[in-house]
């Protein structure tokens, strides 16, 4: 279970997961923007698109206190997690959009409940092990889910639409 009463600064499983997560996404925001067959302004467009939207409503969130994070980079300049809203998240955005770039409804709906399904639950262990999350005011995991599906699909649709606009201009 959660450790009771920890510092603002967190203790050192909170700064593994948080410094490990920062590692991988960083690296894999690298190689999922530097792909030779990529679309770069479609997934620049994803990115920003989710990093500006995260940034707003989780602020929103966070100023409701319906969600915390104790432990979390730049704490005396942001009360919510910059980590997610504008790495984590956005990076699991540009891979959910190349993934099923090509795919029909059906398909990238169950693409995105096969990314969806284990990041709530990942969210889960880290709300209940660390004080990197919390959730407050009767949030809970299918908040999250339902969140996290919805966004995800609604920046997808974004892309795809620009995408086509885009086309038509070219064409």
């Known amino acids: 279970m959660k450790k009771q009463g920890v510092s603002m600064k967190g203790n050192k499983v909170d700064h593994f997961v948080l410094h490990g997560t ?4 960083v690296s894999s925001l690298a190689i999922l923007l530097l ?12 990115y920003l698109f989710n990093g ?9 969130l966070v100023s409701y206190k319906i969600l915390q994070y104790p432990v979390r980079y730049f704490p005396k300049l942001f009360d919510s997690s910059v980590l997610f809203d504008f790495l984590v998240y956005p990076t699991f955005t540009v891979f959910f959009n190349q993934w099923s770039e090509k795919d029909k409804p059906k398909m990238i709906l169950f693409k995105l409940l096969i990314l969806t399904v284990p990041s709530t639950l990942g969210e889960w262990l880290i709300v209940q092990k660390t004080n990197l999350h919390d959730w407050k005011k009767g949030w809970k995991w299918y908040h999250s889910f339902g969140s996290l ?10 892309v795809g639409f620009v995408r086509k606009v885009s086309d038509k201009q070219n064409s």
């Open 35 to 46: 792909r030779k067959k990529s679309s770069i302004k479609d997934w620049l467009l994803a």
């Open 52 to 60: 500006i939207t995260n940034g707003i409503i989780d602020n929103v």
């Open 149 to 158: 599906t919805l966004k995800s699909l609604t920046t997808r649709v974004l």
């Open 22 to 25: 920062l590692i991988v996404t």
